[in-house]
């Protein structure tokens, strides 16, 4: 697969050549834990790619739900694009200030709706930074347009499906969280959940598929990484993480690779581990 895809992940180069394209629209999706002491709408305001428009992953949700960030309903969604000016027929690419951290969580809301014209940008603003590339400080002008969505069930799993999943084994549950984490030997960084993984899960901490840079390891290297785990290419993938924002970074491996079935547990450990009458492995 090419290292510039228009559907996955596009290098700072490509970014760089096409940023001026009329039916180019470049999004800022930075989002942290307050652990990180980082203010995501304060950075984008001081510093972003040209052109960009910011991304609120908090808002932009169904914050109609107790859980943090889940997937908006498909109108709502239809609505801030459009605010944004960002709509059928554009090329979006999408980068967060940490390389790549959320970036990959609105690329896979982007293909639940079926834009699948969206990519990140590998590496992330960090990237774009370094090697001394545009930034600017204004926000863009935006003119409303139309958008139409479909969404794609198949992409997006609930607590049901995803126990089912792990009683039945039909599908691998892959789980993007730390090892620590995911072992139950840390604390997780939200109040009132209890510590391990999903039954059946197979730990595959996002990191790992990154460089030290914040760029996607190479198409070999994360197919080196999926065997290892015992990763069969050929069933049906759910990835689960803290809250359905890193595990889309698995999702983003797995389109890298070309496989065909794999959805995102948009409650991930924010509900399976607030919930005792859910089983739970450690160790």
Known sequence: MPYSD???LVSTNWLAKHLNDPDLRVIDASWY?????????????AAHIPGARFFDIDEIADTRSDLPHMAPPP??????????????????VVYDGAGLLSAARVWWLFHLFGKTDCAVLDG????????GREIEDMPPVMRDRHITVQRNARLIKDVTQVAAASKLRDAQILDARSAARFRGEEPEPREGLRRGHIPGAVNIPFTDLLNDDGTMKSTDALAEIMQSAGVDMKKP????????????????????????????????????????????ETG
């Open 237 to 280: 993938v759910i990835t689960t993480c803290g809250s359905g924002v890193t595990a889309a970074i698995i999702n983003l491996a797995l389109a890298r690779l070309g496989h065909p079935n794999h959805a995102l547990y948009d409650g991930s450990w924010a509900e399976w581990g607030m919930y005792n009458d859910l089983q739970v």
């Open 6 to 8: 228009p559907h996955t």
């Open 75 to 92: 109108e709502k969604f239809i609505s801030r694009m459009r605010a944004m000016g960002i709509g059928d027929g554009h090329q979006v």
């Open 124 to 131: 992330g603003l960090p990237k774009w930074q370094a090697e």
């Open 33 to 45: 834990l307050p652990a990180m002491g980082r203010d995501a709408r304060a950075e984008y305001d």
